[in-house]
Every structure is written in structure tokens, then in C-alpha cells.
């Protein structure tokens, strides 16, 4: 069993930055998280940010030049720094993990972005 957990939501305003993190630990021999995704209420969930094969990485348009995921190995956590933040980053934050053939994903973390 994997487990996937996000941390670092909150209520900023407008402008402001956080920092979400994303732990993934369970009994596999490798766990790759991939990624992070969100949703908005009344909305599907979305790709935010990926790594892709060769850790190049991939993200939405809509935050391009504003947010940046990186992994922190130390921690074995994956980042995903959010900055300029705008009320319509506002959103259910998910990591998306990888193991042994099956994707997880964690419960997400709430970011509200005031206005």
C-alpha cells in the first residue's frame, strides 16, 4: 500500500505565494510522484505540474512563469512553489503518485486565494 500526503495549503491573498509539499512512502519497492493536479469546485481536476521522463517538466499554461515543482530529496518530498497567486488558483491541490503499476493519489490540500 502507497500513501500519498499534501501539505501547505491556506488562504492567501492575492499576489501572495506558497509552498505545497507532497509526501509519498508505502511498501513498494519505488514510488515515483509524478505530479500535481487541482480542482476547482463545479470543475474537473487539471494538470498543474508534471515531472516527465528525464525530469524535464511539464505545467498548465495557466500558471506557467508563476509556479515551480521541484523535488527536495532530502525530505524525499516533491514542491510545488506557487507564486502571483490569483483568485482563480483557488482550488483542491492533488498529488499524483506512481507504484508498482497502480497511480495513487493523496487527499489533497485547499488553497484559497482571496481577492
Known amino acids: 500500500q502507497v500513501q500519498v500526503v499534501e501539505s501547505g495549503g491556506g488562504l492567501v491573498q492575492a499576489g501572495g505565494s506558497l509552498t505545497l509539499s507532497c509526501a509519498a512512502s508505502?511498501?513498494?519497492?519505488?514510488?515515483?510522484?509524478m505530479g500535481w493536479y487541482r480542482q476547482a469546485p463545479g470543475k474537473q481536476r487539471d494538470l498543474v505540474a508534471r515531472?516527465?521522463?528525464?525530469?524535464?517538466?511539464t505545467y498548465a499554461d495557466s500558471v506557467k512563469g508563476r509556479f515551480t515543482i521541484s523535488r527536495d530529496n532530502a525530505k524525499n518530498t516533491v514542491n510545488l512553489r506557487m507564486n502571483s497567486l490569483k483568485p482563480e488558483d483557488t482550488a483542491v491541490y492533488y498529488c499524483k503518485a506512481y507504484a508498482n503499476g497502480v497511480f495513487y493519489w493523496g487527499k489533497g490540500t485547499l488553497v484559497t486565494v482571496s481577492s
Open positions: 515531472f516527465n521522463i528525464g525530469s524535464s517538466t
Open positions: 508505502g511498501s513498494a519497492n519505488r514510488i515515483d510522484v
